[in-house]
């Protein structure tokens, strides 16, 4: 059983950056696909980033050039550094992981590809 903690979630005025953390235990870590999802008050959970176990990253097209999707295995922590952030990022952010080594360009930003979600954290970015 995968368990995900999130953090670093906040308030920040439209142009600023914040990271967003994801601890992840119960598993073995290089087996793990990857992804941030966010959902805005009464919008569907959209997929932003993904990582695969080999490494390969992708990212929303709302995303593309500001957001940055990373891991550091040893620490078993998925990251996402968010810079010039405008206010349409406001939501609650979910790591989310599934067990496998590769996925598709569709399954990565998927949300029902991933079988273990995190409880999320706020982000809220004023203008």
């Known amino acids: 059983q995968v368990q995900l903690v999130e953090s670093g979630g906040g308030s920040v005025q439209s142009g600023g950056s914040l990271r967003l953390s994801c601890t992840a235990s119960?598993?073995?870590?290089?087996?793990?696909?990857m992804a941030w999802f966010r959902q805005a008050l009464g919008k569907e959970r959209k997929g932003v980033a993904a990582i695969d176990s080999d490494g390969t990253v992708r990212y929303a097209d709302s995303v593309k050039g500001r957001f940055t999707i990373s891991r550091d295995i040893p620490k078993n922590t998925l990251y996402l550094q968010m810079n010039s952030l405008k206010p349409e990022d406001t939501a609650m952010y979910y790591c989310?992981?599934?067990?496998?080594?590769?996925?598709?360009?569709?399954?990565?930003?998927?949300?029902?590809?991933?079988?273990?979600w995190g409880q999320g954290t706020q982000v809220t970015v004023s203008s």
């Open positions: 989310a992981a599934k067990m496998g080594w590769k996925m598709t360009d569709f399954q990565a930003l998927t949300a029902t590809t991933y079988n273990y």
């Open positions: 119960g598993y073995t870590h290089g087996d793990l696909c």
